[in-house]
């Protein structure tokens, strides 16, 4: 290869068509060549600043966004905690295997990777490195996170993120900003939820750790708790947040009842069918509660706020006297205070319903299917894949199609 040095030979010689050998055919052609690239040098040069410009543009608008941007802000901070967790990870073997780990968590530990194996190998989910390591936390709390909603209207507030779309809630690991945030909302007038989150799925970006806030919950709700994360590794539908969180509550109900029958573990199995009976009983109290306040703010016009919220309130008003009467009786693993205490306003049912948004729906695949959840798991994601955009509508379609031939 001719250096750009030799090139610059030929130019300080003169003009190309100056330069003339005569000796043999074989110098000719090194000549030629040599001014070929030379010609060629120039453009190769400009290129190649053009790209290291717009790559430090790039690098400088990437900077600011993290840096100086809410948003940016936010996944920095995101990122920082996710590295911290990450961080502190240890084999989950090895500290199974480790006599100074205390009985309990050793315990539950083995359950973890018991119920990891159990998803990967019967109920056929994506498992990658998720829940073979766990990180210890300085905290008893993972995340807050903050769900808004209008007052006059039944619509969310939601917030929108890079690559995974937009969600109606919102992540904090720094708990004051996340409480001036709920504030500063609650006085902009929205009506607002906040509450603690002990785990959380990158939805397979990274090795997802056991942590410990995590390790805390009973044995039954531990296993849900794995069985519906790596639900989020096997299926998500971008922008579509109440349908993915409901797929993997069903998933994460009938796959810890399944996994503990295989075990013989009836009293367990027993309690993941009991939780997932009152699961299924607030989601349809939740979605007929959802269809009151719609009607009644239908009533009046937009800019009817005074009206729209007197008729709000008594929809809530009935609304509770019937989760008392009605509902809480029916529950069977709530406390019965639960039903009196529980707060009501627009954030807290369509909070709810991100997570129990047409559970009968689910069910009523996994009864066409023989009740054998690895078959109706991979019946909803064909059905929701088909559907599109529209995978919860597609799942009611189809659920009409089989039910009335």
Known sequence: MIRNREGRLFVQLGPRDEIIDAV???????????????????RKIVTMRLVRRLLGGMFGLLLIFLFLTPMGCYVTRGAYEEAKILSRRKPITKLVADSTTDKLTRAKLSLVLEARTFAHDTLKLKTGESFTKFSQLDHDTLVLVL????????ERRTWWF?????????????????????????????DVTLGASSAFSTLGWFNDPLVSTTL?????????????????NTFFSKNNVSFNESFASFVG?????????SRGD???AKYAIADWH????LGAYWAQLSKELRAAYDVWPRDSVRARLAARDSVYLLARRQLVDSVGPLLQTYPKSWAERVTLNNSVVLSRQVYATSLDQFDAVFESEGRDIVRAIAKISEIAKDGGKEPEAALRAWVRRSTNP
């Open 24 to 42: 043999g055919s074989i110098q000719e052609r090194v000549l030629r060549v040599a001014m070929q690239m030379n010609e060629r040098h120039p």
């Open 147 to 154: 769900s808004a909603a209008y007052r006059d209207r039944l």
């Open 162 to 190: 890079p690559v995974v779309g937009r969600f109606p809630y919102k992540g904090f690991f720094d708990f004051e900003k996340a409480k001036k945030t709920a504030e500063s909302m609650r006085k902009g007038g929205f």
């Open 216 to 232: 805390k919950a009973d044995s039954v709700t531990l296993v849900n708790t794995v069985m519906h994360e790596l639900l989020h």
């Open 253 to 261: 109900a009938r796959g810890a009842e399944r996994f503990f029958l």
């Open 266 to 268: 009836t009293a367990a």
């Open 278 to 281: 009152d699961d299924q009983v």
